[in-house]
């Protein structure tokens, strides 16, 4: 038999060497991104980043009008999200969240840190901007935060690193009828790994009172009136010595807290709002300031 070396030695290579893993999203042998966890450079690229937000308020990339046509001051400072929820994103979370594929929490809560690093910079530069107006810098929930007047102007913003730092990850919590379905909270895995990431204490602050029917197929109206007494705070005598101990950790506050509120879509906005009012009116009950932001990995 007369075999050609050179042959022989490129089929023993390709038995010997490594072999691309496989895309968790594409299932295709290829090189894998170095930046986001188990999914290839192709299908990294194609991910619909929300970079430059329309609405400053909401972080929707299109135009907002649940924000434009509200006259009612928001409990939160602004939320900011990852991603724009498209067919493909839809695809990523309904595998993780329904279909039970864990090894994408660590992929959604690396992008969700991507939308932490845009709303840092974006709070240090309203904060530290000497022309910044104090009225226009964050502040008590009731006064409306007017900060987002300024960022009406668009104006761009560095994503260098940033020295502005949220104090406590609270993710949106499910009710027990939803947790035995599917087994975990996927509000708590995505702060778990943003915590992490970010050395950011996380903690469980909230409980839902009772149980509602999926809000994906529900109006805005329905959802806005589905939420109300939805959430209370957490009943465990361990919470809040554990939100105390945030609160103290360096010493007296000398600002408010910056709370994070973390859940994996902003769809109206109403999940967001009922659990904030709930984390205000327990920093009010205990005397001390709070900024109450939010999180979401898409925003429908």
């Given at each position: 038999?007369?075999?050609?070396?050179?042959?022989?030695?490129?089929g023993?290579?390709?038995?010997l060497?490594?072999?691309?893993?496989?895309?968790?999203?594409c299932?295709?042998?290829?090189?894998?991104s170095?930046?986001?966890p188990?999914?290839?450079?192709a299908?990294?690229?194609?991910?619909?980043?929300?970079?430059?937000?329309?609405c400053?308020?909401?972080?929707?990339a299109?135009?907002?009008?649940?924000c434009?046509r509200s006259?009612?001051p928001?409990?939160?400072?602004?939320?900011?999200s990852?991603?724009?929820?498209?067919?493909?994103?839809?695809?990523?979370?309904?595998?993780?969240?329904?279909?039970?594929?864990?090894?994408?929490a660590?992929?959604?809560?690396?992008?969700?840190?991507?939308a932490?690093d845009m709303?840092?910079?974006?709070?240090?530069?309203a904060?530290?901007?000497?022309?910044l107006?104090?009225?226009?810098?964050p502040?008590?929930?009731?006064?409306g935060?007017?900060?987002?007047?300024?960022w009406?102007?668009r104006q761009?913003v560095?994503?260098?690193?940033s020295?502005w730092?949220?104090?406590?990850?609270?993710?949106?919590p499910?009710?027990?009828?939803?947790?035995?379905?599917?087994?975990f909270?996927?509000a708590?895995?995505?702060?778990?790994?943003?915590s992490?990431?970010?050395?950011?204490p996380q903690?469980?602050l909230?409980?839902?009172t009772?149980?509602?029917?999926?809000?994906?197929?529900?109006?805005?109206?329905?959802?806005?009136?589905?939420?109300k007494h939805v959430f209370a705070?957490?009943?465990?005598?361990?919470?809040?010595?554990?939100?105390?101990a945030?609160?103290n950790?360096?010493?007296?506050?000398?600002?408010p807290?910056?709370?994070?509120?973390?859940?994996?879509?902003?769809?109206?906005g109403?999940?967001?709002?009922?659990c904030?009012?709930?984390?205000?009116h327990l920093?009010?009950e205990?005397?001390y300031?709070a900024?109450?932001?939010?999180?979401?990995?898409?925003?429908?």
């Amino acid at each position: 038999m007369n075999i050609k070396p050179l042959a022989w030695l490129k089929g023993a290579q390709s038995l010997l060497a490594p072999s691309n893993p496989i895309c968790l999203s594409c299932g295709k042998r290829a090189r894998l991104s170095t930046r986001l966890p188990a999914i290839c450079t192709a299908c990294a690229a194609a991910i619909p980043w929300i970079t430059r937000p329309r609405c400053r308020k909401c972080g929707r990339a299109t135009g907002c009008p649940d924000c434009s046509r509200s006259g009612e001051p928001s409990p939160i400072v602004c939320n900011r999200s990852a991603v724009a929820y498209t067919a493909d994103m839809r695809d990523w979370l309904g595998k993780y969240k329904y279909r039970g594929n864990e090894r994408y929490a660590p992929l959604l809560g690396t992008m969700l840190d991507r939308a932490y690093d845009m709303l840092a910079a974006q709070m240090e530069q309203a904060t530290q901007d000497p022309l910044l107006p104090a009225c226009l810098c964050p502040g008590p929930a009731r006064t409306g935060w007017p900060i987002a007047v300024r960022w009406l102007k668009r104006q761009p913003v560095s994503t260098a690193a940033s020295s502005w730092q949220a104090d406590l990850l609270i993710p949106v919590p499910v009710s027990n009828a939803r947790l035995d379905e599917r087994g975990f909270n996927q509000a708590e895995r995505l702060a778990d790994v943003l915590s992490r990431l970010r050395g950011i204490p996380q903690l469980p602050l909230l409980v839902r009172t009772h149980h509602t029917a999926k809000q994906s197929f529900k109006s805005r109206a329905e959802r806005l009136a589905d939420m109300k007494h939805v959430f209370a705070e957490n009943p465990d005598p361990a919470i809040r010595p554990m939100l105390e101990a945030v609160v103290n950790a360096n010493g007296p506050l000398r600002r408010p807290l910056r709370i994070i509120i973390v859940d994996d879509i902003y769809t109206t906005g109403s999940t967001i709002r009922a659990c904030a009012l709930v984390v205000g009116h327990l920093a009010a009950e205990k005397g001390y300031g709070a900024e109450i932001y939010s999180l979401t990995w898409a925003r429908s």
